[in-house]
Antibody
């Protein structure tokens, strides 16, 4: 079955960067876009950006432009999300989520299990 | 950015009740509206796409309706496993945005 397995929890100091991995299995990795969504405690999910399944094109939310980088390693069926210049407001659970269909309709199914990133001095 | 507003923010209901949740977009999004269910400590799960199309494997007691700016998620007969938070999400234009959530609690 389709599965997304993310890397473990991270604790970072303000100003640092974090890079989270998302290993995909059970489907053709290059056929689907991969999104990254974060959710701060008690808040709604927030879309950060995505990487195209067919090439390395990316699109980012303007809110994170300049701080976020989404990449992938096709040979490892793994997507990555790096967020730099971390601040306390970046404390959240970060999810990877596959696009629901190969045609990239911008819905999220399935999701990874989430990676808690805590930013604290 | 398109703002998504859900109501109510929470509701209490009993097993067997019919429950409806509303989602409103700040501009017309045609039928580009999706619904998710999230249980505490878990990732969201996908329920409905295109405002009214049920994802494979989702129980038929879930249904969605609406177009333009106003949408509704209905659970026809609430089951114990349905107590969760529900989010709408628009995929009309980036940035993709979510509603604030509706928490369905046991009465």
């Amino acid at each position: 079955q389709v599965q997304l397995v993310q890397s473990g929890a991270e604790v970072k100091k303000p100003g640092a960067s974090v890079k989270i991995s998302c290993k995909a299995s059970g489907y053709s990795f290059t056929s689907y876009a991969m999104h990254w969504v974060r959710q701060a405690p008690g808040q709604r999910p927030e879309w950060m950006g995505w990487i195209n399944g067919h090439n390395d094109n990316t699109k980012y939310s303007q809110k994170f432009q300049g701080r976020v980088t989404i990449t992938r390693d096709i040979s490892a069926s793994t997507a990555y999300m790096e967020l730099s210049s971390l601040r306390s407001e970046d404390t959240a659970v970060y999810y990877c989520a596959r696009d629901g269909v190969p045609a990239a309709q911008d819905w999220f199914d399935p999701w990874g299990q989430g990676t808690l990133v805590t930013v604290s001095s | 950015d398109i703002q998504m507003t859900q109501s109510p923010s929470s509701l209490s209901a009993s097993v067997g009740d019919r429950v409806s949740i509303t989602c409103r977009a700040s501009q017309s999004i045609s039928s580009h509206l999706n619904w998710y269910q999230q249980k505490p400590g878990k990732a969201p799960e996908f329920l409905i796409y295109g405002a009214s199309s049920l994802q494979s494997g989702v129980p038929s007691r879930f249904s969605g309706s609406g177009s333009g700016t106003d949408f509704t998620l209905t659970i026809s007969s609430l089951q114990p496993e349905d107590f969760a938070t529900y989010y709408c999400q628009q995929n009309y234009s980036p940035p993709l945005t979510f509603g604030g959530g509706t928490k369905v609690e046991i009465k």
